[in-house]
DNA sequence: TAGCTATATAGCCATATGGATATATTGTGG
DNA sequence: CCACAATATATCCATATGGCTATATAGCTA
């Protein structure tokens, strides 16, 4: 899972790569699309798409010439999932854990 | 925004990262604590904690001879607030939106 | 089959990253 | 002030990354 984790927060750490994501949460696009609003070769755009499938982020179908790409979610539940154990340092719902913390923290740092 | 993201998800991608923020999960922590676990040099040490600090991951604190860390959740809030947006597309409870944007997709997918 | 369209792969290059060792810096205690 | 402890900084090295151009591959369509 761990290197699940690397080879996602990887991918996703470039803009383009997430802006990727953000055009296909519209539905599912071709290469040519998805390097549209961008300033890039197209070479670049088939590597980031690949950096992307390999974490899972995406995948890749066929449909007559070309292939088509489509968000997959459970790489996203992933790093969900990952950060969720973290909520509690700064959202409120989870007051009595904090309550929790703050006093294993304190009883630590003072 | 877009550029702190960029540095927090390259943060986040490396393991021994995760797990020092692990570790600070449980209160503040020396750089020699953060490195004890890891069989790494002192510096390598150093400059991981360097890239969580400049990715707004962790705060240096200083206390007579050494400089402890905390966690700093805004940076993970930041993750947070990015990939619920694309929450709905695994979680039951956004049924709704879940429903508006298969309807959506279909559409544009067929 | 020939040619066009869509996309992938192969090289090549510059810069970034992660690790190591050696050394500098800063604070504490004697 | 000296010596030690804790940590940071400076190099150096190997590998990874992101971009480009050129070229290969696969599927239509005439």
Redesign the interface.
């Known amino acids: 899972m761990?290197d699940k984790?690397?080879a996602i927060?990887?991918a996703?750490?470039?803009?383009t790569r997430?802006a990727i994501?953000g055009r296909l949460?519209?539905?599912?696009a071709t290469v040519a699309e998805l390097a549209d609003p961008f300033e890039l070769s197209q070479p670049a755009i088939s590597k980031h798409l690949k950096v992307l499938e390999q974490a899972g982020l995406i995948r890749s179908g066929r449909e007559a010439n070309s292939r088509p790409r489509v968000?997959e979610?459970?790489a996203?539940?992933t790093?969900?999932a990952?950060?969720a154990?973290?909520?509690r340092?700064?959202d409120q719902s989870f007051d009595r854990l904090d309550d929790y913390l703050s006093k294993?923290?304190g009883y630590?740092?003072d």
């Not at 996703?12 to 803009?15: E, F, G, I, Q, S």
């Open positions: 761990d984790l690397d927060f990887s996703l750490a470039d803009p997430r994501l949460a519209n539905g599912k968000l979610p459970a996203l539940k790093v969900a990952w950060i154990d973290y909520r340092f700064w294993v923290q630590e740092n």
